[in-house]
């Protein structure tokens, strides 16, 4: 077949109008018709039927998607720019790039400077903040336009668990944003991907509901609205002629692709250049975060989608340093001496396989006894939960046991601070702690993060350095510059894996360590019991959900939230944040029947891990319900199970929750748990298997 030269890529480039040859202005368009068009290169002609800008298709096979400076993906990010159809995706046409009106517009800002508040002012480590409640607030009350939506409507599989599960996400990152103090950065990316969450939800919603009836002719569009496209709407590119006129129908903007042989029949109106991905259209810079590419590959694979999917929910996990993290170094076995000559034994010097008689040593036998962990008491330590207690006693903690050396911890053992000489050194490592525990404990805060675990003595370490400086007052200020500068270089290393974004304060000494309103110098007893029980509730639910990563292989929503079910107000992707109001209650509460939700809930997560014994299987026979002393029975077999697992995979001894000998003096709302009526008085129905449903 012939090629007509007049429509070559040279003939047009000189004389763009010959695509005008098939003009019909004034007349009706089709789907494929062009209302403007232009030649885009020698091999592709794009047109559009119902838009007024041309924009450039995300052209190529090794399309790098990565992390621009606004957060979005630049020309590969579906809430910015028109990305090829994908029909596993419809709705991704139907996303506002704009608002329809002032109340959603928090859908499409980022946070500024101006309206992050840092979270210490006092602490040693810089970044961590929130958003200011003002601005929340107006971006929670945008993202609630279009959860309530939800109820309004009526929606059918499989749209309707779509829907449910991107509002299980949408909650999860307003909690998120809400309660965790992030660098402004990473406040920033976490308000996009709510963003991304909300704008793709409300595009499903507008899908099923408006547009897709009118690509099927079950409710037309109404003449009034011409054959222009809604303008908010961010469209798609498609060389698929059925797929351009559904969404010419439906008034979604469709810029169709063809190859430029086919220039001499398609009708094309008017011509115009085709806008390049830039400003203000998108944002090409990169982001300054340490941040690797998301995907490669062609724009036109779902694979893009599930990577930018993958990367969104990633945010709502947390880092795993049990996982992450090598275990402690096991000495190195000692190198076989060579047998002694005659003439060693006469050697001056001593050695270690000798008596002091010159007589070698005999081996000691290991111990075939059991060995217990030692429970330390003491006047700043809240009290162990008694059932727990007697569940670590059980376990038999010969050091030979464990297949692997010890892991180190995530934070310092609460018992770390007793265990020093003197009154000023406790007062110096509680001080400490207030200084950093804020910047430590947002490590955890974002999954990119990979915080390392440390050993008692490292730990022990950095609480000791004097981070008031009041050791140094009266030294010249050369030395008390280099004293700053070893605090500086200390805490470095505990912020190794956090990709540089928490840092250390330059100059730390003019500034006083806070536990709530009180300076550290005027700690009561109560105030130290308090701070030594968030230390101990935090390393407790860090180390329950990192055995239940090793010993289980559900990773599904469902089980995170189940994990999070164990804890008052847990949340399993917040587990580091401890409410102090909570300290008497979930497994510490007084009250059996108030303590068996969190029971329950925790036997059922254990039961799926490897070698769960069967004193922890449900039982026929209690479909009527649990008494006291039944529910205490399996607290008990559930602490022992818990603390010989954690011993036997992390190879030492589990920091296990504490209670409080007083209330706490904060505002707090204990959370409702749904109870069911026993079948007998004074009995407790586990409903735990329905919690989730």
């Known amino acids: 077949m012939s090629v007509d030269t007049r429509y070559s890529f040279e003939k047009i480039s000189k004389d763009p109008k010959v695509l005008l040859r098939n003009a019909k202005p004034g007349q009706l368009l089709k789907g494929w018709d062009g209302r403007v068009g ?63 009106d002032i109340r959603f517009q928090p859908l499409y800002g980022l946070p500024q400077c101006r309206d992050f508040e840092e ?40 749209h309707k668990s779509l829907i449910r599960t991107y509002q299980t996400y ?76 559904e969404c010419f129908w439906a008034g979604i903007p469709v810029w169709v692709i063809y190859p430029l042989a086919s220039a001499p029949t398609v009708r094309i109106d008017t011509l115009d250049e085709i806008q390049e991905p830039a400003p203000p259209f998108v944002v ?98 809240p009290p162990f939960i008694t059932t727990w207690k007697l569940g670590l006693q059980r376990v038999n903690a010969a050091k030979e046991r464990p297949p692997c050396p010890p892991m180190g911890f995530a934070f310092p053992r609460p018992d770390l601070f007793v265990t020093v000489q003197t009154d000023a050194k406790f007062r110096l490592m509680i001080t400490s702690w207030l200084r950093l525990h804020v910047g430590l404990l947002a ?3 974002d999954a990119s993060y990979q915080p390392q675990l440390r050993n008692h003595q490292t730990w022990r370490t950095i609480l000791q350095i004097d981070w008031l400086d009041e050791q140094s007052q009266g030294f010249s200020f050369s030395s008390r510059a280099r004293g700053e500068q070893v605090r500086r270089d200390q805490v470095a290393t505990f912020l190794e894996g956090c990709q540089g974004e928490l840092s250390v304060k330059a100059s730390v000494s003019d500034q006083r360590a806070q536990w709530g309103d009180k300076e550290s110098s005027s700690l009561s007893l109560e105030d130290i019991r308090e701070i030594l029980w968030e230390l101990a509730e935090v390393n407790f639910r860090l180390e329950f959900q990192a055995l239940d990563r090793k010993l289980c292989g559900n990773e599904s929503v469902r089980h995170q939230m189940l994990i999070g079910r164990c804890f008052p107000n847990g949340k399993a992707n917040m587990l580091h944040r401890v409410p102090l109001g909570s300290a008497n209650y979930g497994l510490a509460h007084s009250n059996w029947l108030e303590r068996a939700p969190y029971v329950f809930a925790m036997r059922r997560c254990m039961q799926e891990w490897k070698n769960c014994p069967s004193s922890l299987s449900p039982s026929s026979n209690q479909k009527g319900g649990y008494s006291e002393s039944e529910v205490e029975v399996i607290e008990q077999e559930m602490a022992y199970f818990y603390a010989e697992s954690f011993f036997m995979n992390f190879g030492r001894e589990p920091i296990f929750p504490c209670n409080l000998t007083h209330t706490p003096d904060v505002t707090y709302v204990p959370e409702r748990r749904e109870r069911a009526q026993a079948a007998r008085p004074s009995f407790y129905l586990d409903i735990s298997q329905w919690e989730d449903s």
């Open 284 to 381: 090409l810079s990169k982001s300054c975060l340490r941040v690797r590419p998301v995907y490669i590959g062609s724009a036109t694979d779902d694979d893009k989608y599930k990577a930018i999917e993958t990367y969104t929910r990633s945010h709502l996990t947390m880092p795993n340093p049990f996982l992450t993290s090598t275990a402690l170094q096991a000495p190195s076995a000692p190198v076989p001496a060579t047998p002694s000559s005659t003439r060693e034994r006469y050697e001056p010097y001593k050695r270690s396989n000798l008596s002091r008689r010159g007589k070698e040593k005999r081996l000691k036998q290991a111990k075939s006894t059991n060995a217990m962990f030692e429970v330390m008491t003491h006047s700043h330590l």
């Open 38 to 100: 232009a030649a885009l290169d020698s091999q592709v002609l794009l047109v559009t039927p119902n838009a007024s800008i041309l924009f450039q298709p995300p052209m190529g096979a090794t399309r790098e998607i990565t992390l621009r400076e606004n957060c979005r993906y630049g020309q590969d990010d579906h809430l910015s720019w028109p990305q090829p159809y994908n029909p596993k995706r419809p709705h991704l046409g139907c996303i506002r790039k704009a608002p329809i």
């Open 119 to 158: 979270l210490d002012t006092c602490s040693a480590i810089t970044g961590p903040g929130l958003w200011s409640r003002l601005k929340f607030a107006q971006f929670r009350g945008a993202c609630d336009l279009v959860l309530r939506d939800i109820e309004t409507g009526t929606w059918n599989e499989p």
């Open 170 to 245: 949408i909650e999860m990152f307003l909690e998120r944003i809400e309660c965790l103090p992030l660098v402004l950065e990473r406040l920033k990316v976490s308000v996009t991907e709510t963003q991304r969450l909300v704008l793709e939800l409300q595009a499903i919603m507008d899908y099923v509901s408006v547009y897709q009836p009118r690509m099927i002719g079950a409710s037309p569009r109404p003449p009034e609205d011409g054959q222009l496209a809604v303008r908010n709407l961010v469209g798609v590119f498609t060389m698929n002629h059925t797929v351009a006129q």
């Open 443 to 445: 490590r955890f805060n």
